[in-house]
């Protein structure tokens, strides 16, 4: 995203991402990618659960996270092993949701070109 964020500025909009890391392990992820959009910790998950869009993972990954050395409670600050549903929410100057496009298979993210198409949209609307 960090790639379009210019773009998405042009268009009038703002892009934050929401992660359920601790604001220290955000931190290290904006520096490593040089992100220049805010990313905001949502301790607990606790605005996915709320919006649904929160999953408790199984014991086999938790079990496949372990052999890689991934622990979410060191992310995540909380032994919930929790993680939240990829999703993008287009909000508009109203705080009206435009578009909202969520799936629970983590390998499946929203483009940041249909993104760019939905601010386009809004913009000429």
Excluded: C
């Amino acid at each position: 995203m960090q790639r379009h964020y210019g773009e998405i500025q042009n268009l009038n909009a703002e892009l934050v991402a929401i992660s359920p890391q601790v604001p220290s392990k955000n931190l290290e992820v904006k520096k490593k990618h040089r992100l220049s959009f805010p990313v905001l910790s949502d301790l607990k998950n606790t605005y996915a659960q709320q919006l649904s869009l929160a999953f408790t993972l199984p014991n086999d990954l938790k079990s496949v996270y372990s052999q890689f050395g991934i622990s979410l409670p060191d992310f995540n600050g909380d032994d919930s092993w929790t993680l939240p549903i990829p999703t993008r929410i287009v909000v508009d100057q109203m705080g009206i949701v435009r578009s909202l496009r969520a799936d629970p298979d983590y390998s499946i993210r929203p483009e940041p070109e249909e993104t760019i198409e939905i601010l386009k949209d809004l913009l000429n609307s």
